[in-house]
Structure formats: C-alpha cells, structure tokens
C-alpha cells in the first residue's frame, strides 16, 4: 500500500489539514481499502480487491491520516495466533518462538516493532490479547462509539456477541490523541452504527485529576487462575496505585465464569457453520478453531456422552459446562441464550452501582504470549477479556512489565492435573524461562462508553509507575 500512499499524497486524497495530518495509520487485514483485498487469511476472498474504500478509511483520509500497510490476521479471526497460507505466521517481536496475538496480531506486531497507531477488532479480547502479548497501548471500545461499517468478517449476522472496531498505538498519548480526534471527527456521520456522542473533555478532565481513585481489582476470573507473571504484573500495578494514594478495593462481581459459557455459545450460535462455508478444500486451519469446529460436527449424543465423562469420572464441572450446550443453536434457544445475556448484564448494572468503584484492573490474560501452535490448548482460556465483550464494557490494555525466569517461575507444589480442562490448556504453555522477556500487561475496565474515563485512568496508571514503567521495544 506504500506506493498508494504515496499517491492519496499527491492526489489530494488526504485532507492535510486534518487533526490527523500526515500521520501513518495501518490498518488490520479486514479493513475495506479500495483496490486491495481484505481477506480474512482466507483464499476464497483473495484476488477480489475492493471497489471503493470502507468507512474507516474514509474517515482516516478525511482526517489526514496516511493508511499505508494491511496486517495479518488468523485464518476464521478466531484465535490468539495469527498464521495463515497467504500471509504466513506472524511471530512476537520479543520471541519468534511465540506468537503475537490474535486476531489483531499483525499489529500488536508492527506497533511494537516501530509502528504508530492502528486500527483492529476486538469479539473476545483480538486487539487486547495483541497488545499484552507484543507489549502495545490498546482500547476496546463499546459499540457504537468506533466505526464497524466498511470491513470484511468471517462471521457475517454474528451479533449474539458484537465485534468491536478500536484503536491500538504504539505509546498511550498516541492511542489517547488517536481516539480523541477520531471521535471528534464525528463517526456518526460516516457509520449509521455509531452514537451522536461528542467526545466528553469534562469527563477525560475529572479521572485525570481526581485525587483519589477507587480501583477494583479482580485478582482471578475463577476459571484459570493468573500465571505468576500475569499476577505479578497485577501486583505490580496494584502496588503503584496504592502508593500514589489510591483504594485499591478486592471485589466479588457476577460469575466470570457464567459470562465464558454463555459467550461462547452466543458467538458460536451457528454451530462455526458461517466461517466453514469460506474454506476451501485443504487449506490449513488454525488448531484451536479446528477443534472447535470437530467437536460441533460430532452427534449430540456422543457430545452428551463426553459431557457425562468429563463431568462425572474426570470430575471436571468446569469443563464440562462449557461444553455442555455446545452445538448449533436453534431460533428459540437463541432466543433463550440473548434474555441470559440482558439478564447477565443487569447483574453487573447492579453490582457496579452498588460497589462505588471508578474502574477495574485485571490481567488481561491468564498467561502471557502462547507459543506457535499453541492454540489446540489454549482456545478457551479467554475470559479475562471476553467477559467484558458480553457486557460491552470499555477496557483498555497497557504494558506492564517482562516476564523474568528467576520471579515468575510456578511454585514447587505445582500440580498440571489438580486444574480444570481450560486451565490445563493454559498451564500446559507456561514456561518462565522460554518466555523470559516477553511483555506481560494489565487490562483496565470501565463501564460501557467511558472510553474518556479508561484513557485518564490508564494514564494515571502509567504516571504512578514511574521509574518502573514499561519500557518499548527498541528498535535502533
């Protein structure tokens, strides 16, 4: 897209007067750029290129920004791996033997590596798992305050779960600047899908200067209990907040657990039978969407049957009830499953109001960067962020620290068979001396459309970090 670039420059494309003047912007595969092809690392959608661009890009050009390169995604965009037969495997910076993240990975990559701002999509934590696995500045945003219009999915009608389009930046000013200015260039009028909401200078202003903050911390989701560096990095911010004179309150919130089971059954309500009708035959799949998609073609009687056997001989209840209704979802249950999610949400309308906090900190993942391939196991352990896509919360990703082999090693008495099947998965990965040096983050969580209050708060963080706040990549 360089040479493209080159010519919008020329041509006028660009409106250099914008608040985004000249700056390079890269944008995830999946965004509608005319003359070029968005493929969803899939072949059946490569050599189609675009006729006209998406509305992303015709806000970024409106604004001035320079969109000048695609980054790869996982093929399906349902995995924290992103590798597939057109674009090949994109590894971590820090790592090659580890992976960037997905499905935003391309640029957790390339923002790490040098890069400025990006765009991507995030349906259970695909531009904050990138962020914390390639050390990158990330929010999620709520529907409806980022545009969604203008891009190419691999789950068309999906919206038991909505995909969210956000920004991501190489340092936080950049992300903060980024997302202010795309707000205030008015993405209601470009994207029937965005809120009329002006972007909220007295609110930024209030959690920039509020002289005590009330943090929640959520120390586990209770299904896969943080890795030692994940918890350190937590620890460590948990540390700093409360040295800059802010509560740091322990919380106990509606069932993380409740919201993985049920968000997994929603995004998945068409049994993966919408992503499979893109593949063609004998293209490669990544491993963890492979398994997914084997398990909803098996019969529901040999699927209940396993069911019964995790439960009841491997004494695994975890497990076994997120498998439990696993299978392609009739009109009714859909139905059933959307009043279990209106229902789910209410609760933590509730709980929050009731707990006075101004936001939460969690880990953003129960581990950091999984290895290449890695997927087969860790396909499920996602909570951490997916929780906050059924409930459409706002929440940001910042780095923390590195994983460091003499710190985060696992304790001695450690026991892989002692967990449950999703922790299992995850802890199979764990390795504190392979991963030594890779970024570990911590997610930071309002509620839904307080994208001004999540920014403040994530640069509260950053201030009260101090000397030991994250240093980049290097790249000289």
């Known amino acids: 897209m360089l040479s493209s670039a080159e010519q919008w420059l020329i041509d006028g494309s660009l409106n250099l007067k914008g608040p985004l003047a000249g700056i390079p912007v890269s944008l995830k595969d999946t965004v509608e750029v005319e003359g070029y092809d968005s493929t969803v690392g899939m072949s059946t959608h490569a050599g189609k290129p675009l006729a006209h661009d998406g509305n992303t890009v015709r806000i970024l050009k409106d604004a001035g920004a320079v969109p000048y390169v695609k980054t790869n995604v996982p093929i399906t965009l349902l995995s924290f791996e992103s590798t597939n037969d057109i674009w090949g495997e994109t590894s971590n910076p820090y790592n090659k033997i580890y992976t960037a993240g997905g499905s935003t990975g391309g640029e957790g990559a390339l923002l790490a590596l040098g890069g400025r701002i990006g765009i991507g999509s995030d349906v259970a934590g695909s531009v904050r798992c990138p962020a914390h696995f390639s050390g990158c500045y990330t929010l999620k945003c709520s529907t409806g305050r980022w545009l969604k219009t203008g891009v190419v999915t691999s789950m068309p009608g999906q919206d038991g779960v909505p995909a969210v389009y956000s920004p991501m930046a190489r340092t936080l000013n950049d992300l903060t600047y980024f997302t202010r200015s795309i707000i205030q260039m008015k993405p209601w ?19 920039s200067e509020k002289r005590n903050l009330r943090v929640g911390i959520l120390r586990t989701d209770g299904v896969v209990d943080p890795s030692p560096a994940c918890r350190r990095a937590l620890e460590m911010t948990e540390s700093a907040l409360r040295h800059a004179g802010h509560e740091i309150v322990e919380i106990d919130p509606p069932s993380p657990y409740e919201a993985l089971c049920l968000a997994s059954i929603l995004l998945y309500s068409d049994g993966l039978q919408t992503v499979k009708s893109f593949f063609r035959w004998g293209e490669w799949n990544d491993r963890g969407a492979a398994q997914m998609s084997f398990y909803f073609s098996l019969p529901r009687p040999v699927k209940y049957l396993h069911y019964l056997w995790v439960k009841y001989v491997r004494g695994d209840a975890i497990w076994a009830g997120l498998l439990r209704n696993w299978h392609p979802q009739s009109g009714y249950e859909i139905w059933q499953l959307n009043a279990k999610r209106e229902l789910y949400k209410r609760k933590w309308f509730e709980w929050w109001e009731h ?59 450690f026991s892989l068979n002692s967990l449950n099947g999703i922790a299992q998965g995850a802890y199979k990965l764990y390795d504190a001396n392979a991963m030594h040096g890779l970024p570990v983050g911590v997610q930071v969580v309002g509620r839904r459309l307080e994208e001004e209050k999540v920014l403040a708060i994530m640069k509260r963080i950053e201030e009260a970090m101090g000397d030991n706040a994250f240093p980049l990549l290097d790249i000289d």
Request: charged share 20%.
């Open 355 to 413: 707990s006075g906090i101004d936001c939460l900190i969690t880990p953003p993942n129960a581990t950091p960067a999984v290895p290449h391939r890695g997927m087969h196991d860790a396909c499920s352990s996602c909570g951490y962020t997916f929780l906050f896509n059924l409930l459409d919360y706002t929440a940001g990703v910042l780095p923390v620290t590195h994983v460091d082999k003499m710190r985060d090693q696992l304790p001695g008495d």
């Open 189 to 207: 009028t470009y994207d029937y899908s965005c809120h009329p909401l002006p972007w909220r200078t007295d609110i930024e202003k209030e959690f």
